[in-house]
């Protein structure tokens, strides 16, 4: 397939801000594309070249790209820089420049979808002498044949920031749509921008199918195959597998016992809400991998963790569910997770900080044992399996969380202060019924903690500091996530709660550090940076404001911490915001 055709679709999506014109713009796409190149589709419409499973990563910087800009067009690389700080986007810049170039030649390029993908993909795999030039060479090899507009999307995909919108929501209607609208009775109505469909429920029903396969899978190459060529039944029978991570199942939060009994029926299970962070330990083929909640592979990082799970769990091949706390080596006490996060991106020293930070891992769920799916088992019985897999726990190393089974909220309470005086963070409080269903966050269990409401946000741009503090990054500009239309709103301005000194806590120092290689504008005072880094923030109350595109401002919010666990994909909702606002106003009136 030609690439054009692909980037046709793009400038499409760049128009629209509406979801279901997207939907609709992706599903007429869809059912053009030959099956061979559908995962590659799949992935690039989303401006990927590998699912979030791989551990690969283009990883290519915006510096060298620009050298391949000037080495295709001929232009120096201080002009384009010059460019490029105009637009303040690098993709545009190229498809200025090569507009330019190619004004007085008729150009017809004849670029594939695998070439763009094969070469992108050739230059994760580069490394050694001599790579930094093969990679200018494997990005001037695309720029010399693309058209403005193809230069513009390849540049956007490199940098990994397409921005057409495509959110996993959008794509997964998209696929049902395209493959399933004959059998739904499906008309869309572009004028009204809606659609209708004969069985709505059959409709859900194919929905879900893809949603659940994608939560299991997480990897729309893949999914887009099964439901093409395998339909409903091929959907409903893909499974998890050990070795590829899964989104891990969610909790929404309730405010009290009475709270949670009535959603989730009584008795239910109670257990110790750990302030740590999750891990999913997977073992297959005899070796023990293990992921965050990001699917990130930390399995190098936590070589005491491995060594828990190969001697304490029992089975073939396995995927459990747990959170490693970090606890200190002298008091033995739960310590919060801000200390032992600095471990999950650790490259060096790795034994090392594993004795001086060590984690406890407790295990609440088991999904998969031994070649069986356990998803759709009751969580009772679940419990009972882990029993069985885990016959020895040791305390600071390998548990099954503590946990009671009630029905008496007063028993619930008083295991919930233990829990607080524990140094935990509250309880969860688990339907014994429920399934255990990735990615999702109704149904199965609710979370009930202190009052206190924080909101993970996604950092989106900084301040430079002066006086003192010249020459570090000193407020940050903080954002959500708008998932109807799959962007970050702004929320704020924070620089309270970030320390002076690196030894009291996150520094600013730390933070300059970290956004640092993510800037992607300078603008003098203030820089855009990529959206990568989540802190938790606490605040005094949400406001309505017309400052932030959220619409709304976090009045005095300040750091509570650092969250290294998480990405953009984790960041609280406007949704969410939303909720908070109004219980808020029902607080005050
Ligand atoms: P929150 O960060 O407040 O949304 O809480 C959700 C997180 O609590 C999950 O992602 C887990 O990492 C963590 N957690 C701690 N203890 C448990 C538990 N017993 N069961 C499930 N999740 C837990």
């Known amino acids: 397939m030609d690439y054009s055709e692909l980037v046709e679709v793009y400038e499409k999506l760049e128009k629209t801000s509406k979801r279901l014109e997207k939907t609709h713009i992706i599903s007429e796409f869809l059912k053009k594309v030959r099956t061979d190149s559908l ?5 690039l419409l989303q401006g990927n070249i590998y699912p979030a499973v791989e551990e690969k990563k283009i990883g290519v910087a915006a510096k060298l790209v620009l050298k391949a800009i000037a080495a295709s067009t001929g232009i120096s690389s201080d002009k384009v820089e010059n460019q490029w700080a105009k637009t303040g986007d690098l993709g545009k810049t190229a498809e200025e420049l090569i507009a330019k170039k190619k004004q007085h030649t008729l ?3 004849d670029i594939t979808v695998k070439k763009v993908f094969d070469n992108i993909r050739k230059l994760s795999s580069l490394e050694g002498e001599g790579t930094v030039a093969r990679k200018v060479d494997l990005i001037s090899e695309l720029m010399t044949s693309a058209s403005p507009s193809e230069a513009k999307f390849i540049v956007r995909t490199l940098l990994e920031e397409l921005r057409v919108g495509v959110a996993d929501g959008t794509l997964r209607d998209a696929i049902v749509w395209a493959y399933f609208g004959k059998d739904i009775g499906f008309t869309y109505n572009a004028k009204e921008n809606d659609f209708d469909v004969k069985d709505r429920v059959l409709y859900q029903k194919y929905a879900d199918a893809v949603q659940t396969a994608y939560d299991k899978i997480n990897d729309f190459s893949e999914v887009i195959m099964v439901a093409k060529d395998k339909g409903l039944a091929g959907l409903e029978k893909s499974s998890l597998k050990p070795g590829s991570p899964i989104k891990v199942m969610l909790y929404p939060k309730a405010e009290d016992f009475k709270e949670a009994f009535e959603a ?10 750990f302030d740590g962070f999750r891990i999913q330990a997977h073992k297959k083929d005899g070796k023990v991998i293990l992921f965050t909640r990001r699917l990130e592979n930390v399995t190098r990082q936590f070589p005491d963790v491995v060594k828990f799970v190969e001697e304490h769990v029992k089975g073939d091949d396995f995927i459990i569910d747990s959170e490693a706390v970090g606890y200190d080596v002298k008091t033995k006490k739960y310590m919060p997770f801000q200390k032992i996060s600095q471990r999950i991106k650790r490259k060096y020293d790795i034994h090392e900080v594993a004795e001086k930070f060590p984690v406890e891992l407790n295990v609440f769920d088991v999904v998969e044992l031994n070649g069986e799916n356990c998803i759709t088992k009751p969580f ?3 419990r009972k399996l882990l029993e069985k897999i885990i016959p020895k726990e040791v305390r600071f190393k390998i548990k099954i969380a503590d946990a009671i089974v009630t029905d008496d909220v007063k028993k619930a309470e008083k295991f919930y202060k233990e829990s607080l005086e524990a140094g935990n963070e509250g309880v969860m409080v688990k339907s014994l019924d429920a399934p255990y269903q990735p990615g999702r966050r109704v149904g199965g269990g609710v979370k009930i903690k202190p009052v206190m409401e924080t909101l993970d946000v996604v950092i989106v741009g900084a301040e430079k500091g002066e006086g003192k503090r010249a020459g570090w990054l000193s407020s940050f500009l903080i954002a959500c996530r708008d998932e109807e239309n799959d962007e970050l709103v702004e929320i704020g301005k924070i620089s309270t709660g970030f320390k002076e000194k690196t030894e009291e806590g996150t520094s600013f120092e730390e933070m300059t550090e970290l956004l640092k290689s993510l800037i992607k504008e300078d603008k003098g005072k203030i820089v855009v940076v990529k959206p990568k880094i989540i802190i938790e923030v606490a605040y005094e ?12 401002a976090l009045r005095f919010p300040r750091l509570v911490r650092l969250r290294e666990d998480r990405g953009p994909n984790d960041a609280s909702t406007l949704n969410e915001v939303d909720v908070l606002y109004n219980k808020q106003r029902g607080r005050h009136s």
């Open 107 to 109: 150009f017809k390029t």
């Open 380 to 382: 009772r019985e679940r």
């Open 39 to 43: 995962p590659q589709i799949a992935l």
């Open 541 to 552: 109350e949400i406001q309505k404001s017309t400052e932030y595109s959220s619409g709304y």
């Open 264 to 273: 989730l029926g009584k008795p239910a299970q109670i257990e110790y809400k």
